[in-house]
């Protein structure tokens, strides 16, 4: 099974050797067999390949069974022209991820704003308000006068569809319940095209409860009570904002995990950025992408249909739980004073000595 590691920029090269580490540990105790491959990318490569997104390392990714991808510094980087590709948009559109797959929840030994949380908000990746993904050629946004700007974003049946059948294949396997989140009531054409294929899936799965919420009423509920969700599909601006908010609920940025998730491909990917005012100082929180990387373990039981590998990203998460469960061991966003080597090693000691997967 070959893993592709793209590094990223500023944090990135920090945390991606810590999820490595865990894994290579994992790989040994469970005998996955994984092959784990690593390629420079990002401001790394700009001045060597002119480009942050060189087109062998996206055929590397393209290659790959799961790519595990850095936070990149994309406000460092020039203009598309000069080489300045944004990674992450870009293999989400060239792999054709279009599920971001974002789980909230809280942790013992963490310090939560919400009891008692546990929900996956399911965004749709590739279209939505995004001006780079939205339109076949040039941008969906453009600037027709000096004071006047115009944004278009694209709803399509087909994008809907594949979201809101990820969601309730999710929910299955979980508390049997979707919320879908939108805001008809304004957005009466878009919205309510979502509205209406995110139904017709939902007759696919009668074992599985869907209701509704408009994204501003989803903003507060989510506050004031986050544990009566359970899956939450939305289309791509929303579900962005509505995972930060969750995150932020149940221990911030720092544990916030994705997997980003398509047909044939997937990128196990946290969803903070490249935190370049803690870079090279060894502090980065590396939990989200250890956890996302346990999201991409599971991804890839289910395509490959190899039980190992979900016994491996339990393990992992487990790991990952314990080692939060000590506040000793909990990095500065989370209030503590260890290094992400620290953070990793526990995390390594964890899935060494535990017992799980011994008979597997
Ligand atoms: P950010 O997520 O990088 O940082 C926000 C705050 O959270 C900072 O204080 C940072 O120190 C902290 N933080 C984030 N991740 C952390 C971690 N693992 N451990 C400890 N603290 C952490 O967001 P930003 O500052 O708005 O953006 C910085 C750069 O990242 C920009 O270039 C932006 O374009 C890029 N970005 C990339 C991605 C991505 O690669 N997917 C996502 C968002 C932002």
Not at 161 to 180: C, N, P, Y
Not at 234 to 255: K, P, Q, R, V, W
Not at 299 to 318: F, M, T, Y
């Amino acid at each position: 099974m070959h893993i592709a590691i793209l590094p990223g920029d500023d944090i990135g090269p920090e945390i991606t050797a810590a999820a490595r580490q865990v894994l290579e540990v994992l790989d040994e105790k469970l005998a996955l067999g994984l092959r784990l491959e690593q390629h420079p990318m990002g401001l790394a490569t700009l001045d060597s390949h002119a480009s942050t997104l060189p087109r062998e390392v996206l055929d590397e990714a393209r290659a790959a069974d799961g790519v595990i991808l850095g936070p990149v510094s994309t406000y460092d980087y020039p203009p598309v022209e000069q080489g300045g590709i944004n990674p992450s948009a870009h293999i989400r559109i060239a792999l054709d991820l279009f599920a971001n797959i974002r789980p909230s929840r809280t942790r013992a030994g963490v310090h939560y704003v919400a009891e008692d949380m546990d929900l996956v908000v399911v965004r749709e990746n590739t279209e939505g308000f995004y001006a780079d993904r939205n339109m076949l050629d040039g941008s969906g946004e453009f600037q027709p006068s000096p004071d006047m700007a115009l944004a278009i974003r694209k709803i399509s049946a087909g994008a809907c569809q594949r979201i809101a059948r990820a969601a309730f294949e999710l929910a299955s396997r979980r508390d049997k319940h979707v919320t879908m989140v939108h805001k008809a009531n304004v957005l009466k054409v878009t919205d309510g095209l979502f509205i209406r294929e995110v139904v017709k899936v939902a007759d696919e799965f009668p074992d599985v409860r869907l209701d509704e919420m408009l994204v501003d009423a989803m903003a507060a509920r989510l506050i004031r009570e986050p544990r009566i969700f359970d899956v939450i599909v939305t289309s791509n601006m929303y579900g962005d904002i509505l995972s930060d908010e969750a995150a932020a609920l149940c221990g911030g940025l720092g544990l916030a995990s994705a997997l980003n998730a398509g047909e044939r491909h997937a990128v196990a990917q946290a969803v903070h950025g490249s935190a370049p005012d803690i870079a090279g100082r060894g502090i980065a929180n590396p939990a989200a992408l250890m956890l996302s990387t346990a999201m991409l373990l599971d991804w890839l039981a289910s395509r490959h249909d190899r039980p190992i590998l979900a016994v491996a990203a339990d393990l992992l998460e487990g790991s990952v739980n314990a080692t939060l469960a000590n506040p000793a061991n909990h990095p500065p966003d989370l209030g503590g004073k260890a290094t992400t080597q620290h953070f990793a090693a526990a995390v390594a000691e964890h899935i060494q000595s535990s017992s799980q997967g011994d008979h597997a």
